[in-house]
């Protein structure tokens, strides 16, 4: 059974950084997703990538900012972000395909989901 644990989130001020985690359990993908809910809006795409090549996908808003890495030992996946601002205040989830094999960029295309992790941006 597949698992997808968040976390990291906390407090952070404007202009920080901050890494969140994505344990993985049951299975490993090639391609990860994050995804956040600001507060009362929907949620949006942040970044994505696909391990069997290069790129690393990201939102316009984070364009510059943010960057995907892995721990293949650990099967854990990570989101950094810097220069943070305000409006970034949000849950935070990581996302993993059943069957993609190019990287989506909607909710639709993901099928597992961790539980979210809150990250709030203080101006």
């Known amino acids: 059974q597949v698992h997808l644990v968040d976390s990291g989130g906390g407090l952070v001020q404007a202009g920080g950084s901050l890494r969140l985690s994505c344990a993985v359990s049951?299975?490993?993908?090639?391609?990860m997703a994050w995804f956040r809910r600001p507060p009362g809006k929907e949620r949006e795409f942040v970044a994505a990538k696909n391990w069997d090549g290069p790129r690393t996908y990201t939102g316009e808003s984070v364009e510059g900012r943010c960057a995907i890495s892995r721990d293949h030992a650990k099967n854990t996946v990570y989101l950094q972000m810097s220069n943070l601002k305000p409006e970034e205040t949000a849950v935070y989830y990581c996302a993993a395909p059943s069957r993609l094999t190019t990287v989506g960029l909607t909710i639709e295309d993901y099928d597992y989901w961790g539980q979210g992790t809150q990250v709030t941006v203080s101006s």
């Open positions: 049951g299975r490993t993908f090639s391609i």
